[in-house]
């Protein structure tokens, strides 16, 4: 069976303006259209990455020195010094039990 084809709205205009029958007069009883699934909403900008936390460390004069001196010749801020470091402390057990038994002995 086809679906009943509503007519053109500008056969309904000069109908009417015509005085003729209306455009719901002549449409037979249609189905109700199927409920389309809502879109989901248009995606917006993305989330921000969290905030960094800053952390202040007091260093010698001869601790900043090298530490600027290192990151000077490798050719990145002193702060991704100190990030890779961290990263490898984390991801080395034997690293970071080297530190632990230097952090206790050191003043």
Same mark, same amino acid.
């Given at each position: 069976?086809?679906?009943?084809?509503?007519? @053109?709205? #500008?056969? @309904?205009?000069?109908?009417?303006?015509?005085?003729?029958?209306?455009?719901?007069?002549?449409? *037979?009883?249609?189905?109700?259209?199927?409920?389309?699934?809502?879109?989901?909403?248009?995606?917006?900008?993305?989330?921000?990455?969290?905030?960094? *936390?800053? !952390?202040? =460390?007091? =260093?010698?004069?001869?601790?900043?020195? !090298?530490?600027?001196? !290192?990151?000077?010749?490798?050719?990145?801020?002193?702060?991704?010094?100190?990030? #890779? =470091?961290?990263?490898? =402390?984390?991801?080395?057990?034997?690293?970071?039990?080297? #530190?632990?038994?230097?952090?206790?002995? #050191?003043?």
């Amino acid at each position: 069976m086809s679906p009943v084809r509503r007519p @053109s709205t #500008v056969s @309904s205009l000069r109908s009417a303006a015509e005085g003729g029958p209306s455009a719901a007069a002549t449409v *037979v009883d249609e189905p109700e259209p199927q409920a389309q699934p809502e879109a989901a909403p248009a995606p917006g900008p993305p989330p921000r990455p969290p905030k960094p *936390v800053r !952390f202040t =460390l007091d =260093l010698s004069h001869s601790q900043h020195g !090298f530490l600027k001196r !290192f990151a000077l010749e490798a050719e990145v801020d002193a702060s991704k010094v100190m990030r #890779v =470091l961290l990263d490898q =402390l984390q991801s080395d057990p034997e690293l970071a039990q080297r #530190v632990r038994e230097a952090a206790w002995t #050191v003043q």
